[in-house]
């Protein structure tokens, strides 16, 4: 006869793996992957991921009430999220929580098809004869004491390597509690910061302008023709007249959430904590007359998340996407929305762009017609690849961005405006060893910057196209931005450090 408690672990291991292979699974679906090595590591993370999904279930199953209670609607949900992953390759996320709750019911309910009921159904039926099979042939004592033993394992777990930890987060049900909360803390409850613009000058502006910040995405500066690299991957913006490059520029931080709230505060070297506790200058373009946008391609953080909210108008293009996604998505897809904001013709805009840019998995950022070099990765393993294959579709998203910012600059042409494209850091690819970012490699700390001006700008302030052009060449730290995005908008406070702006 088979002891209740062997039948109770070999019960919860199978529908650990049925969880893990209906749910979980899909998230690797679509990941490239190229030879044994490849497979072995998907195999691996659905193990490490099926781990923590065996402590989970046991912990639920431990009382069968709270089992029928919990489960069908744990299997619910997730197949309602597995279902999305197939067939829109969207993931939950803060922001499209925050989309599904603001959108019209009408549209929302043709999301509601056939295929999707049947998916849902089929799931919630499997779950209904595991709760069955627990009522009937599962009969444990001390029950407390496997969900007591069940919760504290899986804490342990979740929290024991990093690598676990990240793998179990974005993954289901781990990533739509991290999202749930993310949108609770970003959206619901943001945190306070202090204005630095108590002395701000406000006077009553007449003229028109249009200003356009796009944060760049671990573009590295040595890489853009423009600067002097060998292959031609700025075809057009290397001809743009009124296009001044900064290869000088150094970045303090390496990764995106920390390196954003760093550019868009008042925060340096010396003052870092400034980049937590104060708002950006976006309030300031707010009470000098300005609309102000953000346009978005990437996910929310909430080292950023307040700044977002500072603006009248956010926009997110893709609030299903994630880097654990390895689905297309190109920054030429912003356009539309950067058309519809020009279209509306305010008389001062401040239009912030948050790109993709150049993020891994390289290939899902340029689309097939402008990938120039060859051969490119086919691995989503950086280190599975050759040298040479990364280089490659590395340099490809780069002249997906070249593309890109050449047709905003052509939305903005005929206008009074003026762009500023700054990366947020750059990248890492193979020297000393090193990929990607995130990391201490030299190349990381050397972000992309440079500045366009429209020829009505530039005929009605001269002046700062010569300090651009003479300042061109000297070292600057990604801390420039703050004072010159205020003084080329002409915003006059005592909170900038004018001596640092790149157009003085």
Not at 120 to 145: C, D, K, Q, T
Not at 326 to 352: G, K, M, T, V
Request: charged share 20%; proline share 4%.
């Amino acid at each position: 006869m088979i002891k209740p408690i062997v039948k109770y672990i070999v019960f919860v291991a199978v529908v650990a793996i049925a969880v893990t292979l209906m749910f979980d699974y899909v998230d690797f679906f679509d990941n490239p992957v190229n030879g044994l090595k490849g497979y072995l590591e998907i195999g691996t993370f659905c193990c490490v991921v099926c781990v923590a999904n065996f402590f989970l279930i046991a912990a639920m199953a431990s009382y069968k009430w709270l089992f029928a209670i919990l489960f069908p609607l744990f299997s619910f949900m997730g197949a309602t999220l597995a279902y999305f992953r197939i067939s829109s390759s969207a993931v939950i996320t803060p922001m499209l929580i925050d989309v599904v709750l603001n959108h019209d019911t009408h549209e929302g309910l043709e999301l509601i098809t056939w295929p999707l009921i049947l998916f849902v159904g089929v799931a919630v039926l499997l779950s209904a004869f595991a709760v069955w099979y627990r009522f009937h042939h599962i009969n444990i004592e001390h029950s407390w004491a496997y969900c007591l033993v069940g919760v504290v394992l899986m804490l342990c777990y979740l929290n024991c390597y990093s690598r676990v930890s990240i793998g179990c987060r974005n993954r289901y049900p781990y990533n739509a509690c991290v999202a749930v909360s993310e949108y609770v803390r970003e959206y619901k409850f943001p945190d306070s910061r202090v204005s630095p613009f108590t002395l701000l000058d406000k006077v009553e502006r007449t003229d028109s302008l249009t200003v356009v910040l796009v944060l760049g995405e671990a573009l590295r500066a040595d890489h853009l023709s423009l600067n002097g690299y060998a292959r031609n991957t700025t075809p057009h913006l290397s001809v743009e007249e009124n296009l001044i490059s900064f290869p000088c520029i150094y970045s303090e931080y390496t990764h995106t959430n920390r390196s954003l709230p760093h550019i868009l505060t008042r925060a340096d070297s010396v003052n870092e904590e400034l980049a937590f506790s104060e708002t950006s200058f976006i309030p300031a373009f707010s009470e000098s007359g300005f609309k102000t946008i953000w346009i978005s391609n990437q996910e929310l953080a909430n080292t950023y998340a307040d700044f977002i909210q500072e603006c009248d108008t956010s926009i997110y293009a893709h609030p299903e996407k994630s880097p654990y996604v390895y689905s297309d998505f190109y920054d030429l897809e912003l356009l539309p929305y950067i058309s519809e904001r020009l279209s509306e013709q305010n008389a001062r805009d401040l239009i912030i762009i948050h790109t993709i840019g150049s993020h891994w998995y390289y290939n899902l950022h340029c689309p097939d017609s402008l990938a120039m070099f060859k051969p490119i990765t086919n691995n989503r393993n950086v280190k599975f690849n050759t040298l040479n294959q990364v280089v490659n579709s590395y340099d490809n998203t780069i002249v997906a961005t070249d593309c890109f910012l050449n047709e905003v600059i052509d939305e903005l042409r005929e206008s009074n405006s003026l762009l500023i494209f700054l990366s947020d850091h750059g990248e890492a690819l193979g020297e000393d060893g090193m990929y990607l970012h995130a990391n201490d490699a030299e190349s990381v700390k050397h972000p992309a910057c440079f500045v366009w001006m429209s020829d009505k700008y530039k005929t009605q302030h001269p002046e700062k196209f010569a300090k651009v052009r003479l300042n061109a060449k000297k070292h600057y730290r990604t801390d420039f931005l703050f004072p010159s995005i205020l003084d080329v908008a002409l915003i006059r406070t005592e909170a900038a450090d004018t001596t640092i702006s790149i157009f003085r």
